[in-house]
């Protein structure tokens, strides 16, 4: 299995853009999690889907973020406007069943950099 | 509010010493904690725990939890400057699948 699938790896944007994040989970987890990551806060859970439904987003931070999850292969996370502050690295991850914890596969990251 | 707490924040030894990394948390509805290894991508799971007093070990990697007092140990023996990595605890919520992270540990091992 390729494991979790993030595009794009590295992504430089400008104050007021709008950013799209995408990630493939690994096929047959009903689990998707968005992770952000920073010098200051550490990881944060953004928000997670069970069988392609939302089921937690108290983690976003504001409106400006979303995100969808159209099909069990496919997710976004969507900054709009984005803000120097969004730098971080944003973590997609999947996983299998109510076990979480040493089943949750994490993708290789999407390093955001909004100046 | 849950919260997870690592110590120290950053460490530096040198190769073959022993360090104990420390994680603290108070949550509600625990189910598990774990350690993930971070090297300057995605996390690698290293060790889940859910029973008080029962270490579990991995080669020169060991961890244990004491659910009484709140907090895991991991201990890296004889380190190798493979070893240098950022160590996250994270804490499992029983209810709604949650990982809780800790800050982490920047570990860095001299040759």
């Known amino acids: 299995d390729a494991g979790v699938i993030q595009s794009p790896r590295h992504e430089v944007t400008e104050m007021g853009q709008e950013v799209t994040l995408r990630c493939k989970p690994i096929?047959?987890?009903?689990?998707l999690f968005w992770y952000r990551q920073t010098m200051m806060r550490g990881l944060e859970l953004l928000i997670y889907?069970?069988?392609?439904?939302?089921?937690?987003d108290s983690g976003m931070p504001e409106d400006r973020f979303s995100a969808k999850m159209p099909n069990a292969s496919f997710s976004t996370l969507k900054i709009q406007p984005s803000e120097p502050r969004d730098s971080a690295v944003y973590f997609c991850?999947?996983?299998?069943?109510?076990?979480?914890?040493?089943?949750?596969?994490f993708g290789e990251g999407s390093w955001l950099t909004v100046v | 509010e849950d919260k997870v707490v690592q110590s120290p924040l950053s460490l530096v030894v040198h190769e073959g010493d022993t360090v104990t990394l420390n994680c603290s948390y108070e949550?509600?509805?625990?189910?598990?904690l774990l350690w993930y290894k971070q090297e300057k991508k995605a996390p690698t799971f290293l060790f889940m725990l859910?029973?008080?007093?029962i270490e579990k070990k991995s080669g020169r990697l060991s961890s244990i939890l004491d659910k009484k007092e709140l907090f895991s140990i991991l201990n890296i023996t004889a380190t190798q400057t493979g070893d240098s990595a950022v160590y996250l605890c994270?804490?499992?919520?029983?209810?709604?699948?949650?990982?809780?992270f800790g800050q982490g540990t920047t570990l860095q091992v001299k040759p």
């Open positions: 859910t029973s008080s007093g």
């Open positions: 991850a999947s996983s299998s069943g109510q076990t979480f914890g040493n089943t949750i596969y």
């Open positions: 994270a804490v499992e919520l029983s209810n709604t699948g949650k990982l809780i």
């Open positions: 889907f069970n069988n392609n439904v939302p089921i937690d």
């Open positions: 949550v509600t509805n625990f189910r598990s």
């Open positions: 096929s047959g987890h009903d689990y």
